[in-house]
């Protein structure tokens, strides 16, 4: 039988590679040239798609593959792949939730912890001599027990709750309603007067046209000069320039992000800033979650094509 033919949006880490092309006949779309030639041509053969969270598919890749019959992401964010589109054409979505949840929490803490103690200058004191030649590193703020703000207590959200529970931090989150699993914590629906408690404020929100832009001007600004903002979410969730103007004017006291608009590349002006930890969207990478999101992928695939229930459907 003819192995089904897949559109390859990304690469994989090699692992992946090998088990994918045996069981499907695979197009990989990065590695054309002419992006759109490739589509014309091969998207008439493609049933499948393989991406990534950040890559996702929109709608003319959709459109350019007549014969597509699902999308399988490579991540537990599906903001980029146009759900309209595969709503209108009955096409299939899966995601890689749960894998890889508490990495993504892991690194959000260790973000918090390595902004908040100035970690990153601090290996700079000791590497170029100052610590010989100045003496004592400038004191930094404490992390436990301080005020954290959680935006979106998903799966992510929690999962950073359950560490800084750990830290005896004071713990708040907002989103569409209270969770029943929030012991503890302080619902507080309206996102500025959480950052307005917070010292710390983590974005975990899943991004949608709903949540763009949900941290503006008035959460910065009531989060505060003392204040961090965490986002190991989407950069949509976020208004970048107004960020990007909190942090200039030192409004804001600090960030740490995994994430940009526009990334891998990243407005030049968060390269100026001595008050952002900067991390280049790896929230998720560690070889463990790596190996379970691509087995995800695959089993996905796997499934629709063998016309079994699929693992971890999103449509
Ligand atoms: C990426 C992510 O998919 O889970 C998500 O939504 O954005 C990440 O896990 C990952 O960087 C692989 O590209």
Redesign the pocket.
Known sequence: MEKPHILQV?PYPEWDEAPLQSAFTVHRYFDAADKSAFLSSVGPQVRAIAT????GAARSMIDACPNLEIVS?????YDAVDLAACREKGIRVTN?PDV?TND?ADLGVAMMLCQSRGMISAERWVQDGSWAAKGLFPLKRRVWGRRAGILGLGRIGFAVAKRLQAFDMDIAYSGPAAKPYAEGMEFISDPVALAARSDFLFVTLAASAATRHIVGRDVLAALGDEGMLINIA?ASNIDEEALLEALETRTLGSAALD?FEGEPKLNPRFLKLDNVLLQP?????TIET?KA?GKLVRDNLAAHFAGRDLPTPVL
Do not use: D, K
């Open positions: 990304g990534r969270g950040e890559l992401v490579y991540g537990v964010g890689t890889l993504v989407r994430v969207h790896h929230a998720s990478g790596r999101m």
